[in-house]
């Protein structure tokens, strides 16, 4: 049998697991096998098929940086069957990760560039790969400036992260909460993300955006970065329609021609524009 | 170049005994409670005599509706994976008709265009195809129009068309060869016979490549959801086509392990694209019903250079609400985006 078996996961073991948020976990994963784990790279952008034995694979991002080496973090939330499996983990445990899968953010051809980042909610892991990956090559890039929004404070997620970058003199942070969502001692800001990011008034002068979150937060940004003249090939996001394979074959995650596991899941605005709505 | 050959209907025994005496399965036409579909005989009196098409394609050679990819044992802190080996074994598919026969080539296509599916290619290299033309048709069928026809060569090994006494004999393939060289004797040369004579003529009603170069444009046609009123979204189409290769992948498991399963699944059905969030993508069947003749094509041609269609009909013949793909296409191709 001359190919190997492209469905065959690697297994992980549960490193470290951290609460962020109700219903919302993050999965440190070390390769049980050490050298699968020295022979595996990614890029950032890159996504994978996790799996809890018993229940089934899920697709997420890979949410840490690619120069972070020795492990890779999953965030999810607990919604279905397989990420109630995952949820019953516990430090120690095994799961199974397939990938990496799909294109990449081009973080070499933003050299020199400001970094504009937008997120909500759930949507924030995608964008936490880029964001540690590129402070982590800091000398590349100008400003760095993150929006980041979510229902409630509650809802923040990787919130010993958020005051980490708070307090980093070369990160620009805003964090805020919709309107209810603030706590007595919360000191961020108030207000929807599409809101904030045109308070903050970013110049689109040399600047790329990433914008990932859900569906209704994308549509109210887009026309603010729009207005603040970001063209839409200086916007990007990512997709994560639903997949089995993540290898282009099971056919379900395709928006209009393009294959979001293959061709995706890294789109620029541009790039949408030229494809059916399918996500 | 085909080589030419006569092989007379009363040699089939002997090639049917050769190839059982090769450790090959034949896998054939048979005809049961008013339907043929393929299963093993080990003579050509076995085979159904005046079958048309089977309704079930032949795709679950190489694609099975369900297999399993992996298996595994876990116990808390550990997990033992088991790979799995699809069990392929050499068969021959005779009787197979030219649009069937060249439905493996799309097969293949999304199998191996990127990454290599093993299970898939296993169960390829071990089977030959021994195609049989068609004299006859019915009102589904429509292979001329997608690049086809009732004598076709494309995905057969050998390809027999039926004449008086016997069959013109097209050894196409090393495969086809191979069968060729277990009795040779059975196969006498022959010239001059008019091929195109013994065939079925079918129509061509429409013209693919000016529909596939016009469907961009017809993406936000009502069209769509006009046709697929009537749509139950029950997937029969998709099962009994020989190209529909969208899958599942499920968990069959207990507490103590389990096996990972690949099914076959349909882009009609409502879960098929539904997100955790209960965001659906393709909400509507016209959204699902326009994805299936999307996926054929135009995506398929565009990624592939081929199509995701051979007319062969099946999909007309089992829709319980009678949706007739041809007559879905020429309207397409009726409409000005």
């Known amino acids: ?33 050490e050298a699968a784990a020295s022979a595996w790279t990614f890029k ?47 430090v120690g445990d095994i799961v199974g990760f397939r990938g990496p899968y799909g294109n990449v953010f081009p973080i070499e051809q933003w050299k020199g560039k400001n970094l504009l980042f937008i997120a909500g909610g759930i949507a924030l892991p995608p964008l936490r790969s880029v964001i540690w990956n590129c402070l982590d090559l800091r000398d590349w890039f100008q400003d760095i400036t993150i929006v980041y929004g979510a229902r409630s404070v509650a809802d923040l997620v990787y919130k010993h992260e958020l005051k980490e970058w708070q307090e980093r003199p070369d990160v620009n942070l805003l964090c805020t909460v919709d309107p209810g969502g603030e706590t007595p001692d919360w000191t961020g800001k108030v207000g929807f993300v599409p809101l904030i990011v045109e308070q903050a008034n970013p ?14 937060m994308i549509k109210l940004t887009l026309p603010v970065l729009a207005k603040l003249g970001f063209t839409p090939e200086s916007i990007y996001t990512t997709l ?8 282009g074959k099971c056919g379900r995650c395709n928006t209009g021609k393009s294959y979001v596991c293959k061709d995706g899941p890294v789109y620029t605005l541009a790039q949408l524009n030229q494809l059916p709505a399918e996500y | 170049m085909a080589d030419l050959y006569q092989l007379s209907s009363a040699s089939l025994d002997a090639l049917f005994a050769a190839l059982t005496a090769d450790g090959r399965r034949i896998l054939a036409p048979t005809e049961a409670d008013g339907r043929s579909e393929l299963n093993p005989v080990t003579r050509p009196d076995q085979v159904a005599k005046d079958y048309l098409q089977t309704t079930l394609s032949a795709k679950e050679t190489v694609f099975p509706k369900v297999e399993r990819l992996l ?62 033309s068609c004299a006859r048709r019915d009102d589904a069928c429509f292979c001329t129009a997608v690049g086809g026809g009732p004598g076709a060569t494309k995905g057969s090994d050998i390809l027999l068309t039926p004449m008086a006494g016997g069959y013109l004999a097209e050894v196409l393939t090393d495969k086809g ?15 001059g016979v008019d091929k195109a004579a013994l065939l079925a003529n079918v129509p061509t009603a429409f013209d693919q490549p000016a529909l596939t170069a016009k469907l961009p444009a017809l993406f936000d046609s009502p069209l769509w959801s006009e046709q697929s009123l009537r749509c139950v979204g029950c997937g029969a189409c998709a099962f009994v086509c020989p190209t529909c290769v969208c899958f599942d992948i499920q968990e069959e498991a207990d507490k103590t392990g389990g096996r990972r399963l690949r099914a076959w699944d349909s882009c009609g059905y409502h879960m098929f694209t539904l997100h955790a969030s209960g965001h659906n993508p393709r ?17 398929y041609p565009e990624r592939y250079g081929q199509l995701g269609c051979v007319g062969c009909g099946k999909c007309t013949r089992a829709c319980p609400v009678d949706m007739n793909l041809q007559e879905h296409l020429v309207e397409a191709s009726q409409v000005n985006p």
């Open chain 1, 1 to 33: 049998m001359s190919d190997p078996n492209i469905y065959l996961p690697h297994l992980m073991r549960i490193g470290k697991i951290t609460q962020e948020a109700p219903g919302v976990r993050t999965f440190r994963l070390e390769f049980v096998d």
């Open chain 1, 44 to 90: 950032t952008g890159q996504f994978g098929l996790y799996s809890a034995f018993g229940d089934g694979e899920s697709t997420f991002c890979i949410a840490s940086s690619p120069t972070r080496k020795g492990y890779i973090e999953c965030t999810f939330r607990e919604v279905g069957r397989v990420t109630a499996g995952l949820a019953d983990k516990e």
């Open chain 1, 203 to 216: 110049s689109p002068e040399n600047t790329v955006a990433l914008v990932c979150g859900p569906p209704i």
């Open chain 1, 240 to 247: 994560e329609n639903r997949m089995k394979c993540g290898v």
């Open chain 2, 71 to 132: 298996s595994y044992t876990q116990a808390p802190g550990q997990v033992d994976l088991v790979d799995a080996e699809p069990h392929a074994v050499p068969t021959v598919l005779f009787g197979i008709r030219p649009c069937e026969a060249s439905a493996f080539a799309a097969l293949d296509a999304v199998f191996n265009w990127d990454y290599r599916d093993k299970f898939f290619n296993a169960r390829l290299e071990q089977l030959s195809v021994i195609g049989v």
């Open chain 2, 177 to 191: 060869r191979a069968i060729q060289a277990l009795a040779p004797d059975l196969f006498q040369p022959t010239s």
């Open chain 2, 283 to 299: 909400e509507t069947q016209g959204a699902r019903w326009r994805q299936r003749i999307y996926h054929k094509f135009s995506y």
